[in-house]
């Protein structure tokens, strides 16, 4: 796999050659970032005049990420508002005299970190990411085989990960699901969606008919949370 980046139409792209059929352009948030997956046999000037067809839509989307409401980078400290599930969660930190660190919640409104005295922001950052990660991995763990069984698939494994540009990933070769670590923020229909569509992967790799006839049937309310999940605030990344 080969990675450049090249200069079109005014803007940077990242081009990769890889061992595929198609290209694909794609634009990602946070700023609208622009990468092209390519065959190894399609031409520069095939990518360049691709690109500058797409360059309507591409600047539609960067429009739209920049506009884009974005969360305000947490403190962890108390007061703060995070959230789990969908749901907003006031914070609640204690330091103490142990080394070590727990997160519980305390009703359905509330989150409460006990720390070690002198934690730092970052520390609890860490100790939160990780914690909501658990979090996600134990509705995971219940949806995925219900949403497995009834769309009579069996993915060999899945998992969590932060993902700067998806809610989900799935290798259909491999029989492999990922969910982006970000959706324990989410609300749970939206953890559903995510769920059903890299399923419905196993069943069409592509974004064909087959695929949309799928989650048509198992969720026929898709495309508006789609809209809804695109739309809420992104994360506030970091470089």
Not at 138 to 161: C, E, F, N, T, Y
Request: aromatic share 8%; net charge positive.
């Amino acid at each position: 796999m080969n990675t450049e980046i090249s200069e079109i139409g005014g803007i940077y792209v990242e081009i990769v050659r890889k061992q595929i059929k198609n290209l694909h352009i794609g634009c990602y948030p946070p700023e609208g970032r622009v990468r092209v997956a390519a065959p190894e046999h399609v031409s520069a000037d095939a990518i360049r005049l691709a690109v500058l067809r797409r360059m309507p839509w591409i600047r539609r989307k960067q429009a739209q990420f920049l506009g884009q409401e974005r969360q305000p980078p947490r403190r962890y400290v108390s007061g703060e508002t995070h959230f789990l599930f969908g749901r907003a969660m006031r914070l609640e930190v204690r330091y103490w005299g142990k080394k070590s660190h727990r997160i519980t919640r305390q009703g359905n409104d509330r989150l409460q970190l006990d720390a070690p005295v002198g934690s730092s922001s970052n520390q609890s950052q860490l100790w939160m990411e990780a914690w909501l990660k658990r979090e996600l991995r134990k509705l995971a763990a219940q949806r995925i085989p219900i949403w497995s069984a009834r769309m009579d698939v069996s993915p060999k494994k899945w998992g969590i990960r932060p993902m700067r540009t998806k809610w989900g990933s799935c290798n259909p070769a491999k029989g492999i699901i990922w969910l982006n670590s970000e959706l324990a923020k989410k609300p749970k229909r939206m953890i559903d969606y995510v769920i059903v569509h890299e399923l419905a992967h196993l069943i069409s790799p592509k974004h064909d008919r087959l695929f949309a006839a799928v989650l048509d049937r198992e969720l026929p309310t898709w495309r508006s949370i789609r809209q809804e999940l695109n739309s809420l605030p992104l994360a506030a990344w970091e470089d």
